[in-house]
């Protein structure tokens, strides 16, 4: 150390916790799984494995090969692999019903000349994440309108440049052709079908439910409800197209042309920490009482309810979501603020449970405010409850008494 103490901000540094040397506040997530706050919580169980990998050298082909088979095996599935996440998943699996897993056709991409590549969608199926199918050079072939979509529509769009349809599944959703129908259409033209199922856990059951209607490959978020690190996904569905995923995957090189190469998933890098993680949240979630976990989900809406029902101004109930709610999964309820006889505004409310200590992250669809508590422990609930008490006594003193 020198005279001036120049070690002493360094270790103080090191021995800080790590909020505060990043100058950085614990939020409470009374949104969701959203990746913008950081996807799930992983369980110690989790995080204790994660570390002990971290620690050794693995060959990261067996590796993925190894937890492809577990994730395969428990969820009926030929196949299955580990991606950086759900978007990865669509971008990869887009690109595999591309190639086939012909080198040379995977070396060409995102040139697509002399390749299949149309993806034939439907429209109301289109969202701010269909970007990711175009990575890979892909052509998107949107089908039907606003309202529905008619089957003899996704028949008359494939051709010989159909190189696969993507389903958004979105459950439930009104005016879309259903999965099976466009499950038996796609295969009657030799068409295979991607699922992206990123947020649609829970329920549990949906991770072998469209593999078991014949989607030929299943996306997954694994850092949402899974538990998983946040930019985890999984791939599940035939052998041969996860075969042709690996090819294309972050740690697959080959020879084309008579020169070594790497391919388009080369910046869809894993870790074998996160490889891990995953599967040990997954194998955790597969075995969870999930009956029991959605019990105490509507219990904590609840308490939401009866503790905040005496608020004049504010409608308080308990929200089963349908299909226009923007949140996903569906099933889990929510806590819902009508405000329309309050001064303050969706926006204006969340605005001002940012600004309390710890920040309380809620959300607003058509005009109203939502607890969701996927993510929220006893404690948190207890901190969001307080919080929204504390808002609406400093700002609601002027708003009618009675509710409309």
Do not use: W
């Not at 038996?184 to 209607?213: Q, T, Y």
């Not at 226009?324 to 605005?351: G, M, Q, T, W």
């Amino acid at each position: 150390m020198n005279q001036q103490g120049g070690e002493k901000p360094r270790r103080r540094r090191y021995f800080m916790g790590i909020l505060e040397m990043l100058g950085l506040k614990r939020l409470i997530n009374a949104y969701g799984t959203v990746t913008l706050i950081g996807g799930s919580r992983p369980s110690e169980e989790v995080l204790k494995a994660m570390a002990e990998i971290s620690k050794v050298f693995v060959s990261m082909e067996e590796l993925y090969r190894k937890v492809g088979e577990i994730i395969a095996k428990e969820t009926g599935a030929e196949a299955a692999i580990v991606t950086s996440g759900a978007a990865a998943g669509v971008t990869l699996s887009v690109a595999a019903c591309m190639t086939g897993g012909d080198l040379k056709k995977a070396y060409q991409l995102p040139n697509t000349t002399g390749l299949k590549d149309e993806i034939v969608v439907q429209r109301k199926h289109k969202s701010i994440y269909i970007y990711v199918a175009q990575i890979p050079g892909a052509k998107l072939v949107y089908v039907g309108n606003e309202q529905r979509t008619l089957p003899s529509e996704i028949e008359s769009a494939i051709n010989d440049k159909t190189a696969a349809i993507l389903y958004m599944y979105f459950d439930p959703q009104e005016g879309v052709v259903p999965l099976d129908k466009v499950i038996e259409i796609a295969h009657r033209k030799g068409v295979p079908v991607i699922v992206d199922a990123a947020a649609e856990l829970p329920p549990v059951d949906n991770l072998r439910k469209f593999v078991k209607m014949g989607a030929d490959l299943v996306v997954f978020s694994g850092g949402k409800d899974i538990g998983g690190p946040n930019d985890t996904g999984i791939v599940l569905g035939r052998k041969d197209l996860i075969d042709a995923i690996f090819k294309l995957g972050p740690h697959s090189l080959d020879v084309v042309d008579g020169q070594l190469t790497c391919f388009i998933g080369r910046p869809m890098k894993l870790s074998k920490e996160d490889i891990v993680g995953l599967l040990v949240a997954f194998l955790r979630y597969i075995k969870m009482d999930h009956e029991a976990r959605l019990r105490k989900l509507h219990e904590m809406v609840d308490k939401v309810v009866n503790e905040l029902s005496n608020i004049p101004c504010v409608k308080v109930s308990k929200y089963l979501p349908d299909s226009s709610h923007p949140v996903r999964p569906l099933i889990i309820p929510k806590a819902e603020f009508d405000l329309s006889n309050c001064v303050l505004n969706a926006d204006e409310l969340l605005e001002l449970l940012k600004k309390k200590d710890p920040p309380v992250i809620a959300y607003s669809a058509h005009g109203k405010v939502y607890v969701n508590p996927q993510c929220l422990t006893d404690d948190e609930l207890e901190i969001v409850i307080e919080r929204f008490k504390e808002v609406f006594s400093e700002k609601c003193k002027n708003c009618p008494k009675k509710r409309k």
